[in-house]
């Protein structure tokens, strides 16, 4: 389903539901996800972790992964965004 936001950093965003991801307070990351965005190219910018928020690059696109229990959501990144 595509998200909208009022946050100005945020272009388009995406959420999807899975079961059993992320546990209560969405902490617990899924592994094997993570590692076929990096073997797809995608490189994690790992000072910009916040909690149960992770970003990623790749070919000048910054994409935010937003973990919550049972849910997740994708978000490109404004080029200008401040995160």
Known sequence: MTTTSSNPNIKIGVKYELDNIGGEQGLY?????FNKLEDA??????NKRLGHVQFFEKEGTVIAIEIHEDTFDIHEMNKDAKY
């Open 29 to 33: 990351r899924p592994d094997h996800y």
């Open 41 to 46: 190219g995608w490189v994690e910018l790992e």
